[in-house]
């Protein structure tokens, strides 16, 4: 299994957001850092196939990511993404299940093991918009799980959680990195030291630093600084 | 198929879940329901001699047509026309005006108030006969001097003026001239009121279903960017074919049911208090003007045809405009304005082309009275009268902008948020 990406950039009138960015990742955690308007967000759209590149192509496997076989082996957990508020936690699920074409007695039973996964079970029927913003994020969780991906991108995927659930999530991205390709986009930079197998940092829509980071490497959180400065100190 | 299913299922529940849908509808139904029962609520007077009655909507109902059965299937020539003469003898109006004043009486001073009493009886009795001359003619005293062929003589005359005015080519001519040797001559007389009414409310229905559509559909694709939910769809397996299928699908079958539960509020009771009858009487009774060879029954079901392919184009519209907007106020705006414009708008028949085109929008073409537009579209050298036509420009209009829609949808970039 490998995602290969090859000088990806989205360019707008005036600005470059990503500069042809080329990478290989194969089954692990990666963990991208970058300040705000560093590029993350439109790099993982377009890794999302929900942004058209201006050039360069995204490879799962062979499958290019405009296909339907790519998005088969996607998960995304947007940044900032709304809910239908009319629907339950349930509906919402086996909405997205259906969705991503999972036959319907095995969306049922997989939305019942993911709403405990997440700690929603008790929460299901309720509508969403009863939902607190942990519960939602959490829930957006789940339904980035439902079709067992292959590739599981996740935006700020941390943002909201309580410390407890925090923790929860680290161990659950832990066990899927184990098998598939995850690539996680965070401000906090103690959640990549916890989870990351790999960390990518990106900088004006190109990548500055991608590999293994150890304690040879010194403090991550220094780096990062050091690479930042003004820019991660408003974060 | 089974996801498409159950997507489906759930972008019927997103649209059934919004109160303002269960608003719309139920505001919607009892305006029909109230169209349909609005004639048995009414005050009607009736003058006899001397003295004025006042019956209930229902009963006026109930004596026109028992008034219609004794000329039910009557021929309308010369020995009815008499008849109408006879019972309209010396009675003369000023003015071709609602508000026409009899000025003219040569009753006999000896005439008994019983003789007097009868008269104004078959006079009513025969009242359809005298307001179908006088619907021909334009002239209220014409029954005192015409005869059966001097009526379809003036019949004739009145569509040569009209289809003058409408600036038809001989071919379009020669076209209905076969339809019109097609109608049987002279026409049967028949109650058909119930049809009637049916034929005018579809006209308001009309209006109604498109205000349903783009109130309740206008949100089936904005919603998903307004709540950013967009990029989840989006990502998803079938997120960027199956499930616009699925919304479309969904959408279409709101419309058509909407309209059809409306159709059923307001043709059950009118059903109801007019009867089924004459779903068999001639066209040509209740729109003398039309050349067309066909019965009340089939005007209603061609019109039931439009009226439902409008509801499917008009669900298009909707939901193309709301992916293509991504507003759901400015579809609903548009749409609204839209009818609205065409209510007030005339283009005079003298603009062909324009004129034409606009008479086939979905909200301009219903009405009895189109079944008198006699220009015609040539097709691959076959004829099409407007209402013919309409519903298969509908489905083809509907189809370009669903292939249009899946441009626009499958193309869309989640950027800038």
């Known amino acids: 299994m490998e995602l290969v990406i090859d000088r990806l950039s989205k360019q707008y009138k005036n600005k470059i957001a990503v500069d042809r960015i080329s990478l290989r990742l194969t089954p692990g955690v990666y963990g991208l850092l970058g300040a705000n ?27 290019d990511v405009s296909t339907e076989e790519y998005r088969g082996k996607l998960g995304y957990l947007p940044q900032d993404f709304g809910y239908y508020p009319e629907f339950t936690g349930l509906d919402f699920l086996m909405y997205m299940a259906s969705l991503k074409g999972l036959e319907k007695s095995y969306a049922k039973r997989k939305v019942k ?20 913003g942990g519960m939602k994020q959490r829930l957006g969780v789940a339904q980035a799980l439902l079709n067992d991906p292959e590739l599981l991108v996740l935006d700020e995927p941390t943002a909201g959680l309580d410390p407890k659930e925090r923790v929860r999530f680290r161990n659950l991205i832990g066990e899927l990195g184990k098998k598939s390709i995850v690539l996680l986009s965070t401000h906090i930079v103690s959640d990549i030291e916890h989870i990351a197998d790999k960390v990518l940092m990106m900088k004006d829509g190109q990548l500055i630093y991608q590999g293994e980071w150890t304690e040879e490497n010194g403090d991550l959180e220094e780096f990062y600084l050091q690479q930042f400065g003004e820019e991660a100190g408003h974060e | 198929m089974n996801n498409f299913g159950t997507m489906y ?23 029909s329901i109230f169209m349909g029962v609005a004639e048995i609520l009414s005050i009607n007077t009736y003058v006899t001699e001397g003295d004025e009655t006042e019956i ?17 299937g009557k021929k309308i020539d010369d ?136 109130i309740c559909l206008s949100t089936l694709f904005s919603e998903e960017h307004v709540r950013k939910t967009d990029q989840l769809i989006l990502c998803s397996r079938y997120g960027k074919q199956k499930l616009y299928f699925a919304k479309l699908l969904a959408g279409i079958t709101f419309a058509l049911c909407s309209a059809f539960v409306l159709l059923l509020c307001s043709l059950v009771p009118t059903l109801l208090i007019y009867g089924t009858d004459g779903f068999d009487v001639a066209l040509q009774i209740y729109a003398p003007m039309a050349c067309w060879d066909i ?13 439902l392919a409008a509801a499917v184009l008009n669900s298009v519209i909707s939901m193309f405009l709301s992916e293509a907007l991504r507003n759901s106020v400015a579809v609903m705006g548009l749409m609204t304005g839209g009818m609205f414009l065409t209510l007030v708008i005339m283009i005079p028949t003298k603009y062909r082309v324009i004129s034409q085109i606009y008479e086939l929008l979905p909200t301009t073409i219903m009405g009895l009275w189109k079944f008198s537009d006699y220009r015609l579209i040539n097709i691959f050298g076959g004829y099409f009268t407007n209402l013919q036509f309409a519903p298969i420009l509908y489905v083809i209009c509907s189809m370009v902008l669903i292939f249009v829609g899946t441009k626009l949808y499958r193309n869309y970039q989640v950027s800038g948020r």
């Not at chain 1, 997440?118 to 607190?132: F, I, P, R």
């Not at chain 2, 019965?295 to 009226?307: D, E, I, K, P």
């Open chain 1, 37 to 63: 308007g560093a590029g993350k967000t439109t790099l993982m759209r377009m890794i999302c196939g929900i942004l058209k590149p201006t050039g360069g192509t995204v490879v799962l496997d062979k499958a």
């Open chain 2, 79 to 214: 020995a009815l026309l008499s008849e109408v003469k006879d019972a309209y003898k010396g009675i003369y109006y000023t003015t071709y005006s609602e508000e026409r004043v009899a000025v003219t009486g040569n009753i006999s001073s000896e005439e008994s108030v019983e003789d007097a009493k009868k008269r104004i009886k078959e006079q009513e009795r025969l009242s359809k006969i005298y307001l179908y001359v006088r619907r021909i003619t334009g002239d209220d005293n014409a029954i005192h001097v015409i005869d059966e062929d001097g009526l379809y003589e003036e019949r004739m005359k009145n569509i040569q003026e009209e289809m003058t005015a409408q600036e038809l080519t001989e071919g379009e001519r020669a076209y209905w001239q076969e339809r019109e040797e097609a109608i049987t001559k002279p026409f049967t007389y028949g109650y058909a009121a119930g049809w009637e009414l049916v034929l005018g409310e579809l006209y308001s229905l009309n209006s109604m279903q498109l205000l349903v559509i783009a």
């Open chain 2, 295 to 307: 019965t009340m029954g089939q005007a209603v079901l061609l019109m039931l045809l439009v009226y």
């Open chain 2, 9 to 31: 299922v759930f972008e019927l529940k997103k649209i059934f879940k919004r109160k303002i849908v269960w608003i719309t509808l139920a505001v919607m139904v009892l305006i």
């Open chain 1, 113 to 132: 093991e993911l709403m405990e996964v997440v700690g929603l079970t008790e929460q299901a029927k309720k509508k969403v918009k009863t939902y607190s």
């Open chain 2, 56 to 72: 209930s909507g229902y009963e006026a109902i109930k004596r026109e047509k028992e008034n219609d059965l004794t000329i039910i």
